[in-house]
């Protein structure tokens, strides 16, 4: 009976140590990350862009060059006299953009999230913190294509159907 006990007790205390060191690595994982959150925000400067659409752009959404992510979407919102939307991100402060560079949304595959990409301009002046991108192209919407090349097709085979319809009628003559 004290050999089971013994053995119980024993188990008891791997589980609490076990159970302690899981502790100790969610906790350095948790510092790791807030410290890693607190680093990564001081090396970013702020940029604003305002698109006509945004479709599929939300809150953390990479901001990449080159295909790299060099920083993310920190906030959306209409413009209420313009009604465009403003978007701004942040961008490592190792990437300097000249003024006259781009941001187009654009997304990874059809199905995929969107982001922002940055086409880098030839101006040597730079752009700041803060400052207003000018050069910008919306999302472009999946939708939007499909019935536009839809109704093409269409109205094409409409067309081709008229003009057949008088070449036989005239040829019949």
């Given at each position: 009976?004290?050999?089971v006990s013994a053995i119980q007790t024993r188990r008891q205390?791997?589980?609490i140590i076990v159970g302690m060191l899981v502790l100790?690595?969610?906790l350095l994982m948790l510092v790791l990350a807030i410290a890693g959150r607190y680093r990564s925000g001081g090396d970013d400067y702020i940029?604003?862009?305002?698109f006509n659409q945004i479709d599929g752009l939300s809150i953390g959404s990479d901001v990449r060059l080159?295909?790299?992510?060099?920083?993310h979407v920190a906030t959306?919102?209409?413009?209420?006299?313009?009604?465009?939307?403003?978007?701004t991100f942040t961008v490592d402060r190792s990437v300097a953009l000249p003024v006259d560079s781009?941001?187009?949304?654009t997304s990874d595959s059809l199905l995929g999230g969107k982001y922002i990409a940055l086409s880098?301009?030839?101006?040597?002046?730079?752009?700041?913190?803060?400052?207003?991108m000018s050069i910008t192209q919306g999302s472009i919407s999946l939708e939007q294509l499909l019935s536009k090349f839809i109704f093409s097709v269409t109205d094409s085979i409409q067309k081709n159907d008229r003009s057949d319809g008088d070449n036989g009628g005239s040829s019949l003559k």
């Open positions: 009976m004290e050999r205390t791997a589980e100790a690595v969610l940029l604003k862009a305002d080159a295909g790299i992510t060099v920083g959306t919102r209409v413009d209420p006299k313009t009604y465009r939307a403003n978007v781009a941001a187009i949304i880098p301009g030839g101006d040597t002046a730079l752009l700041k913190s803060g400052q207003l």
